[in-house]
């Protein structure tokens, strides 16, 4: 499996987010690291199919990605550095939703959803909402989200931004 980005450009009117980014992510863990305005949120973007390219192309095995739809989004995982996420729901809540947009059946979720809140060390909080995290709660909350249904390639922005030193460990 490769997920090829060609040339891969964003322009916000004149000034360039993205210029001619090209790359092959194979099955793997990938962190986007980069000073603030280098593109690595713009290219997430793209590669989520929430910003169009102004210029290049994105394909999974050969396929357009925007053509793939919900069966693109099973094999990718992807933790923006900052997102807002739905305050007022549960981390258990919040998953089993983020599942239902993966296309992930009901029982195939609950264990994952389970293994999942585990894996990111917040179990004893699962059924505190989303509002009440800290920081470095939340950006576990936004990796466990990334992992859900085990994608065969996981990108992250910034991954370990607001993670405490023991956190930082477990992450890795």
């Known amino acids: 499996m490769v997920l090829e980005a060609k040339g891969l450009t964003k322009y916000y009117g004149k000034k360039p987010a993205l210029v001619d980014f090209s790359y092959d992510f194979h ?33 999974l095995d050969g ?23 739905y305050d007022g729901f549960s981390l ?13 059946d009901k029982k195939a ?4 959803v389970e293994r999942t809140i585990h894996a990111v060390n917040l179990w004893d ?8 995290y800290s920081g470095g709660m939340r950006q576990r ?13 996981v990108i992250m922005d910034e991954p370990t931004v607001g993670l405490d030193p023991k956190e930082r460990v477990n992450f890795r």
């Open 125 to 132: 909080a699962r059924e505190d909402t989303i509002g009440t």
């Open 92 to 104: 258990e809540r919040f998953l089993y939703y983020i599942a239902a947009l993966k296309g992930i």
């Open 27 to 59: 099955p793997g863990i990938y962190g986007l690291l980069g000073p603030n305005g280098a593109g690595k949120s713009t290219l997430m973007g793209i590669m989520t199919t929430n910003l169009k390219a102004t210029a290049g192309e994105l394909f």
């Open 63 to 85: 396929r357009d990605i925007r053509a793939m739809g919900r069966e693109y989004r099973r094999f990718i995982g992807y933790m923006p550095q900052q997102q807002k996420l």
């Open 109 to 112: 979720a609950s264990e994952d």
């Open 141 to 153: 909350a936004l990796l466990a989200q990334a992992i859900l249904g085990n994608p065969q390639i």
